[in-house]
């Protein structure tokens, strides 16, 4: 009988035991539950500053002038006074193609002209001789003195032999022209720099045989170009080039030279897209923008590349906030509220998009609607929404994203600490 108690009471002290951490776990998920979370933020005082939007582009530096030269003859070269890299000036003499065959164009041509010269004088002799002849018999025949047949006779002599001598004068005209064509292409076996400038490439050697631009294309012998104007031609998407005008102000990094900044001016805007990546999930379009250099340094190189970031509209004195504190809210109801209501057929993702900001007063986190404007790579321009000196919320980008809702009881965390201890 007293073992019977003695095992009663110890299920009444273990049931007894689970009822009370039962109790225990129910009363902390309650307590628990009615603890509002409160989510450490950083802020930042809404201030009014000069922002300047820019667009971000790559590209390569080139001469804003330089010519390729091709021969206009074929031939072999036999004079090569220059070498990549030399100066040169307008009219200085860069090539000479082998004239041999040239010349001796030339000389047939002169012959031939003289030769159809001399045979115009012979027919002019004869024309002068017969028009005499044909203007005697004509007052003969007004006196009667000759038959209708000889002056017939005499005409057509004079009309043959003045035929004979208009030939002869085309044939002058044909054989001079030919001359010219000779001379033409004999001058052209000495090619001159057509400008100023830098021998920038050379493609050819001493002794090569080149072809002229009657054959395809012709052989590229070399390039000059005017190293004192570089500009630099970039590749801008298609989305950002109607924000570019002509005159823009832009800064340009070039590889080579590290952290150094070149100023530019944008002087041309292209038309034309240039397609990469067709049909494919990479396909970008972009137009070409050119941008002359301000200052030039005298180590830059054709083909070097750069990025360019131009200044495409600045405004001084505006109200702004830190780019990521902006962040873009759906305004349709959650789920819960709008259950059982008719949506008329109108898509969650059709609703408009509302940008915020979130506000601190009292540790307490209020969104605000903001109308934005342009931005530069730190602070974007807030037109209607916000005053100055507020405190708006600019970290971290979870609580900014997600975690903040109207209401939302804060901490404020210093910047350095808050950033370490993240990490």
């Not at 009370?20 to 009014?48: A, R, S, T, Y």
């Not at 004509?138 to 000759?146: F, G, I, Y």
């Not at 000889?150 to 005409?155: D, F, H, N, P």
């Not at 100023?196 to 170009?225: A, P, W, Y």
């Amino acid at each position: 009988m007293a073992n019977g108690n003695k095992k009663s009471k110890k299920k009444l002290y273990i049931f007894g035991g689970l009822g009370l951490l039962l109790v225990v776990v129910v009363l902390l998920v309650i307590f628990q539950g009615n603890k509002e979370e409160i989510i450490p933020v950083v802020i930042e005082k809404v201030q009014k500053r000069t922002v300047t939007q820019t667009v971000t582009a790559t590209g390569k530096i080139n001469p804003e002038f330089q010519v390729k030269i091709t021969p206009e003859v074929t031939g072999e070269i036999v004079f090569l006074p220059v070498k990549e890299g030399d100066r040169v000036k307008k009219g200085d003499v860069l090539i000479k193609i082998k004239a041999d065959a040239y010349l001796a164009q030339k000389q047939r041509a002169d012959a031939n002209l003289q030769s159809s010269k001399a045979g115009l004088a012979q027919r002019k002799a004869e024309l002068d001789k017969v028009s005499s002849d044909y203007k005697r018999v004509k007052e003969l025949h007004a006196k009667n003195l000759v038959s209708d047949s000889e002056i017939e006779a005499s005409k057509s002599q004079y009309l043959s032999v003045q035929a004979m001598y208009e030939a002869a004068q085309a044939s002058v005209l044909q054989s001079d022209a030919a001359l010219r064509e000779a001379l033409e292409q004999l001058y052209k076996t000495t090619i001159t720099s057509p400008m100023n400038g830098t021998v920038s490439i050379l493609n050819v050697e001493l002794g090569e045989r080149v072809l002229g631009s009657g054959f395809s294309q012709g052989t590229d012998l070399m390039t000059v170009s005017d190293l004192a104007n570089m500009e630099a031609i970039v590749d801008v998407d298609e989305n950002d080039v109607p924000l570019i005008s002509v005159g823009d102000t832009s800064r340009i990094k070039v590889d080579a030279f590290g952290d150094k900044v070149f100023s530019g001016v944008v002087t041309q805007i292209g038309n034309s897209a240039k397609q990469s990546g067709f049909g494919t999930q990479e396909q970008v379009i972009n137009f070409e923008v050119k941008i002359k250099l301000v200052e030039i340094d005298k180590n830059l190189r054709p083909g070097m590349s750069c990025n360019a970031k131009i200044e495409t509209e600045t405004k001084a004195n505006v109200v702004t906030v830190p780019i990521q504190s902006v962040t873009a809210r759906s305004d349709f109801k959650p789920e819960e509220e709008t259950e059982g209501e008719p949506t008329n057929g109108k898509k969650k993702e059709d609703e408009k998009i509302q940008e915020i900001v979130f506000v601190i007063e009292n540790n307490k986190a209020k969104s605000v609607n903001v109308e934005t404007g342009i931005s530069d790579d730190n602070y974007i321009e807030v037109k209607k929404g916000l005053d100055v000196d507020a405190d708006v919320v600019t970290g971290s980008y979870r609580a900014i994203s997600r975690e903040l809702k109207e209401g939302s009881i804060v901490t404020v965390e210093n910047k350095k600490t808050f950033g370490k201890e993240k990490k």
